[in-house]
């Protein structure tokens, strides 16, 4: 079954792909939207943008679609940058950067990862929506290769002191956010054929 996801990132599709596999999903793949995918995000909550990609995909395409919006909530800005993770300043190292510069003030450096679900069934209809977390904190440097986005500096809670971009792929997908969301979405998936 091809579900279509709608991201232009290919980092969340071989993600999602991942932890499919490791799900023993092997029937579900999950495909980029065409050209022209280019949704206003301009929801208030992570749950608003997440329906507002997967009903443009599926008006793309006709097909069913899945979106997920997600992003890192910190404590001590109130939930910053949140909805706007993505958008909070121009590369992904200025992000970095401007989040590590605003917390400098504070010692409480509790964050979360969340991502919001939402697939769309062939006729546009609502099949399942849910949420995944990763708690966890922001570290003071960056470490790690792996990942993308705040990856490098998101301390995952329980885990010794890694950030997320030190874990490997399958560790990553056990415990992130989008693992976490799409593992419900896959159970629902079983239970609903």
């Not at 579900?3 to 490791?22: C, M, Q, W, Y």
């Not at 940058?81 to 003030?105: F, M």
């Not at 415990?175 to 969301?181: L, T």
């Amino acid at each position: 079954m091809k579900i279509v996801f709608a991201t232009s990132n290919p980092h969340k599709i071989k993600e999602l792909n991942g932890i499919v596999r490791d799900f023993g999903e092997s029937d579900i793949e999950f495909v980029l939207p065409p050209e022209g995918f280019d949704p206003v995000e301009n929801g208030k909550t992570f749950e608003e943008n997440s329906l507002i990609k997967a009903k443009e995909a599926n008006r793309l395409t006709g097909m069913i679609s899945l979106a997920d919006d997600s992003g890192l909530c910190v404590e001590a800005l109130n939930g910053e940058p949140g909805i706007y993770s993505a958008r909070y300043a121009e590369t992904p190292q200025a992000r970095i950067d401007k989040l590590l510069k605003n917390l400098e003030p504070f010692e409480n450096r509790r964050a979360k990862f969340v991502c919001a679900m939402t697939l769309i069934g062939e006729n546009g209809e609502i099949l399942f929506a849910d949420r995944g977390e990763c708690h966890g904190s922001i570290s003071f440097q960056q470490a790690g290769n792996g990942g993308f986005g705040y990856d490098p500096v998101f301390l995952v809670g329980g885990l010794g002191g890694k950030t997320m971009a030190e874990l490997t792929d399958n560790e990553k997908n056990a415990v992130s956010h989008r693992g976490n969301a799409l593992r419900k979405l896959l159970e629902f998936l079983k239970n609903n054929r």
